[in-house]
């Protein structure tokens, strides 16, 4: 029985532990970020005062950082203005290990086996590749076969773009598998996919340091706690959602997702194990923030007894 009582959204609120008012969303790979910058674009012509600071967003992502690159990375985040969102495809941070004040980490979870289909086919699509043809035109485009390549038969025809073998440290093709991985950080035991200790190490990060992972296969919910848990940045969050719906919704979707077979993600959701006990955690967690909120009208309505 959840300890109803014992929730409060006080003890579950973290933004109080951040030592600057900035807002750092190291967002993970196909959550749906897209759908929060476009949000984010609507709250700062809404609210005075906040600024979203765009350079993140054309950075190069790397997997795994060294200690340079990383307290340059938390250097720029601890230096920026008070009311400024900066969002980037980053691992974890540890700013008390550079001595930096920590910001308001945020970040959003996604089903770990919707995620891998939806980079499969993010992979092929043709917006992605204009971006990366227009970076480096030199680069050799891929055959015909593999645009054209289906998630199913991938998967059932072993080939090694679409195993997702527990432990293994090298990508056949780079898929961003690990969810887990943004929040784990740049240690070498965050690398392993599906390992416990990187699942571990990435529920302590979450549990200690993100003021809410939210996921927008609950955005009633998540917008709810990013306003109530993050007034400062996200005040009016659900009302420009309703405004912006569509702009928000359709922000990077891919259109061209074809039908998965149901065993096909059982196939591959049984090497997920760990990714889905994280993915869970975050959702408990958000949910438990939702409850906190909503303790007092629920005692009030005699519903806690």
């Known amino acids: 029985e959840l300890q109803l009582q014992r929730l409060s959204a006080e003890r579950l609120n973290n933004t109080r532990n951040a030592e600057i008012d900035v807002l750092f969303f190291n967002r993970a790979a196909k959550v749906g970020s897209e759908a929060l910058l476009e949000l984010f674009n609507a709250l700062v012509e809404y609210n005075e005062g906040l600024i979203l600071e765009r350079s993140g967003l054309h950075e190069n992502t790397v997997r795994q950082m060294d200690k340079e690159a990383q307290q340059e990375a938390a250097e720029f985040v601890a230096g920026l203005e008070e009311g400024t969102i900066y969002i980037r495809h980053i691992n974890w941070l540890d700013f008390s290990n550079f001595d930096l004040p920590q910001p308001i980490y945020i970040n959003m979870v996604r089903d770990p086996v919707e995620r891998v289909i939806s980079w499969f086919y993010y992979a092929r699509s043709s917006y992605k590749n204009a971006i990366e043809y227009r970076k480096a035109p030199n680069k050799k485009i891929k055959p015909a076969s593999w645009y054209k390549k289906n998630f199913n038969d991938c998967v059932r025809s072993g080939d090694p773009e679409c195993q997702y073998v527990p432990h293994t440290v090298k990508d056949y093709v780079p898929n961003f598998k690990r969810q887990s991985l943004f929040y784990c950080g740049h240690h070498d035991d965050c690398i392993p996919f599906n390992s416990p200790t990187a699942i571990q190490m990435a529920k302590e990060h979450v549990e200690r340091d993100y003021a809410v992972v939210g996921s927008w296969?609950?955005?009633?919910?998540?917008?709810?706690?990013?306003?109530?848990?993050?007034?400062?940045?996200?005040?009016?969050?659900?009302?420009?959602?309703?405004?912006?719906?569509?702009?928000?919704?359709n922000r990077n979707k891919n259109k061209r997702k074809p039908y998965i077979e149901p065993e096909v993600k059982e196939m591959i959701r049984r090497n997920f194990t760990y990714e889905y006990e994280f993915y869970h955690f975050c959702k408990q967690r958000l949910y438990k923030q939702y409850l906190a909120l909503n303790l007092r009208e629920l005692e009030k309505h005699g519903l806690l007894n």
């Open 217 to 249: 296969e609950d955005t009633n919910i998540t917008l709810t706690v990013f306003e109530r848990y993050i007034p400062r940045f996200f005040t009016g969050a659900k009302l420009m959602y309703e405004m912006h719906n569509n702009k928000i919704t």
